[in-house]
């Protein structure tokens, strides 16, 4: 299987140094044209995600709220586990707490300026979920679940989906906040406020699953 795994390796590589350059038809660039246009930010996939596709992007946070609560219900009649796997070698420690340094960066950079860039609110919600699971396999379970409780997690979750629904049904029933200037942080109209709820929603929601597999599996 190695060598399989190398020889796609290198057609892929070979592949790219011959063909660098996609070409874009002008048929397809029209089409996302119009999108950018009317939804105000560079980023067409947040314009479709938020705008087109807003009906189905509600169900999709309503879906991955189900799969929390759903973890919640799983493990609720197990009881805890009495040994908590985690790294306990320095350098492992180190790498993970400047692996979620980073992965927390990265997070409010993607929901910040998902709608200039690729990026958005799923991707900083993943994003900040993995700086959460890479501190928590390095950190003490019980310092971990008291500060999901002392900065209100769960609450801010739950505040999070509802504003964000809220906020999706006014832009179903057309009222709009000024797109502003186009490539601007400031701009979109509703488009940035709801990444960033996305983001909240996903980092807290992945949070509570990773709380709930380290107490009851004790592990990730």
Do not use: C
Not at 8 to 34: C, D, Q, R, S
């Amino acid at each position: 299987m190695k060598w399989i795994y190398l020889a796609a390796g290198i057609a892929l590589y070979l592949k790219m140094l011959v063909f660098p350059n996609i070409f874009i038809a002008t048929e397809e660039l029209a089409i996302v044209a119009p999108i950018v246009e009317e939804s105000g930010v560079p980023n067409a996939v947040s314009g479709i995600i938020f705008r087109n596709r807003l009906y189905d992007t509600i169900f999709e946070v309503v879906v991955f709220t189900i799969a929390i609560m759903g973890v919640r219900f799983l493990l609720a009649d197990e009881q805890p586990s009495a040994t908590v796997h985690q790294f306990t070698d320095h350098p492992s420690i180190v790498l993970a707490r400047l692996g979620a340094t980073i992965a927390a960066l990265i997070s409010i950079e993607l929901a910040i300026r998902g709608h200039l860039s690729p990026g958005g609110g799923f991707a900083a919600g993943v994003a900040g979920g993995t700086a959460i699971g890479l501190v928590a396999i390095t950190a003490a379970a019980d310092w971990m679940e008291s500060l999901y409780h002392r900065w209100h997690a769960a609450t801010l979750e739950k505040v999070a989906v509802l504003i964000f629904i809220v906020v999706a049904v006014l832009m179903l029933v057309g009222i709009q906040l000024p797109l502003g200037e186009y490539g601007s942080l400031v701009s979109g109209g509703w488009i940035p406020i709801l990444n960033v709820l996305v983001a909240i929603k996903v980092a807290l929601g992945s949070w509570a699953a990773i709380l709930l597999f380290i107490r009851h599996r004790g592990l990730l």
